[in-house]
């Protein structure tokens, strides 16, 4: 690998700015000579040797070679990863696809007698929160929101409430402290994760969830740090919010 972590964590601030403009400007770099880029950057063309060499390159044209070698990979992986997406909407569950569906038919009905609904969630997931509401609500079943930990609880009677909670990881400690408060107040909750071997999957009175991989990403962070980021897609939680609220609201009885 031409770039990696460890390599890309030890450049200097010039050093970044060039790597940052070979990455946003990849499909220019094997027409661009040396002086050019350079002129490009503001840099000597020293200094973009300097930096070829830091990767390991004899100079400029290896560099570009193995640049140009570098992509090949990537988009291959696109390619496969396009082709393999079926794995987000085929994805599986330790009890498998009918208890998943007994059980999303289950908190349907409750959904359906509760005086209010409010879908809770931080990040994407606060996002997930929205849509479900959003959701429920265009179906002709108002629902509420909450996508930030520091809106404050009203403390009033919550028996007939229901929170849907969602978590990629089941372990957002706002969130669960969240839910406790909720709990506390009488409320009914139903918690969407990946896995079911969570806090918030433990803390809810039915659980509903999905096993999909986690995945690794690159990503400049703050000072221009790469860091990895754990994330996994949201898309079975929109899947699960989906079934939920139609088979809440009665058009799908009978999960495809």
């Given at each position: 690998?031409?770039?990696n972590q460890?390599?890309?964590?030890?450049?200097?601030?010039?050093?970044?700015?060039?790597?940052?403009?070979?990455q946003?400007?990849?499909t220019?770099?094997?027409?661009?000579?040396?002086?050019?880029?350079?002129?490009r950057?503001?840099?000597?063309?020293?200094t973009?040797?300097r930096f070829?060499?830091?990767?390991?390159?004899?100079?400029?044209?290896?560099?570009?070679?193995k640049?140009?070698?570098?992509?090949q990979p990537?988009?291959?992986?696109?390619?496969?990863?396009i082709?393999?997406?079926?794995?987000?909407?085929?994805?599986?569950?330790?009890?498998?696809?009918e208890?998943?569906?007994l059980?999303?038919?289950?908190?349907?009905?409750?959904?359906?007698?509760?005086?209010?609904?409010?879908?809770i969630?931080?990040?994407?997931?606060?996002?997930?929160?929205?849509?479900?509401?959003?959701?429920?609500?265009?179906?002709?079943?108002?629902?509420?929101?909450?996508?930030?930990?520091?809106?404050?609880?009203?403390?009033e009677?919550?028996?007939n409430?229901?929170?849907?909670?969602?978590?990629v990881?089941g372990?957002?400690?706002?969130?669960?402290?969240?839910?406790?408060s909720?709990?506390a107040?009488?409320a009914?909750i139903?918690?969407?994760?990946?896995?079911?071997?969570n806090?918030i999957?433990?803390l809810?009175?039915?659980?509903?969830?999905?096993d999909?991989?986690?995945?690794?990403?690159?990503?400049?962070?703050a000072?221009k740090?790469?860091?990895?980021?754990?994330?996994?897609?949201q898309?079975?939680a929109?899947y699960l919010i989906e079934m939920?609220?139609?088979?809440?609201?009665?058009?799908?009885?009978?999960?495809?």
């Amino acid at each position: 690998m031409l770039f990696n972590q460890d390599v890309i964590n030890k450049f200097n601030s010039i050093e970044m700015n060039i790597y940052l403009y070979i990455q946003e400007h990849a499909t220019e770099i094997e027409e661009l000579k040396i002086r050019e880029l350079a002129t490009r950057l503001h840099v000597s063309t020293a200094t973009i040797l300097r930096f070829c060499k830091k990767l390991g390159c004899s100079g400029y044209a290896e560099f570009k070679y193995k640049f140009k070698d570098s992509l090949q990979p990537a988009v291959t992986s696109f390619t496969n990863e396009i082709q393999n997406s079926s794995k987000y909407f085929h994805f599986t569950t330790s009890e498998g696809a009918e208890v998943l569906e007994l059980s999303i038919i289950e908190v349907a009905e409750i959904l359906r007698t509760a005086n209010k609904v409010i879908f809770i969630g931080e990040g994407t997931s606060g996002v997930m929160a929205k849509y479900g509401a959003l959701s429920l609500t265009m179906l002709g079943r108002s629902a509420q929101h909450i996508d930030t930990p520091y809106i404050p609880i009203p403390v009033e009677e919550h028996q007939n409430t229901v929170v849907i909670a969602l978590s990629v990881s089941g372990e957002t400690m706002s969130l669960v402290d969240r839910l406790e408060s909720f709990k506390a107040l009488g409320a009914k909750i139903v918690s969407i994760t990946n896995g079911k071997d969570n806090t918030i999957s433990r803390l809810a009175d039915h659980s509903l969830y999905y096993d999909i991989p986690r995945e690794e990403f690159l990503v400049i962070g703050a000072k221009k740090v790469v860091i990895k980021v754990n994330s996994a897609s949201q898309v079975p939680a929109m899947y699960l919010i989906e079934m939920l609220v139609r088979t809440c609201i009665g058009t799908t009885r009978k999960l495809t």
